[in-house]
């Protein structure tokens, strides 16, 4: 009786999650994400742009407990940037 509801259709969530074809890394980005690499970095280089700039006034007016969130936000942005520099570089290398 419910031996047509198996999940092994390439259409189905397992297809739609294995395309586009990717090896490795590139894995860990989400489809629709790897589908749009380039508008992704854009809105990443953005937010780290957000959190460096919230980062260092927070680090330049605060006291010792607003230090801590300060550098969190630096280091966020340091992430948001690394990522996005690996989402553009994985982009051109792909369109080459």
């Known amino acids: 009786m ?11 969530l ?14 860990i980005i989400s489809p629709w994400e790897y589908r749009h ?10 937010g780290g742009s957000v959190a460096a700039v ?3 006034v927070i680090l330049s ?3 010792n ?3 801590i969130f ?12 690394s990522f996005a520099y690996w989402e553009l570089t994985i982009a051109r290398s792909k369109s080459a």
């Open 2 to 12: 419910y031996a047509q509801n198996d999940n092994t259709d390439p259409t189905g």
């Open 14 to 27: 397992r297809g739609w999650w294995a395309s586009p074809p990717r090896s490795g890394m590139q894995r």
């Open 37 to 46: 690499r380039r508008a992704w970095a854009g809105v990443r280089i953005a």
């Open 54 to 56: 919230l980062g260092a």
């Open 61 to 63: 007016k605060a006291a």
């Open 65 to 67: 407990a607003w230090a």
């Open 70 to 81: 300060g550098a969190f936000l630096l280091a966020v942005a340091a992430a948001n940037f």
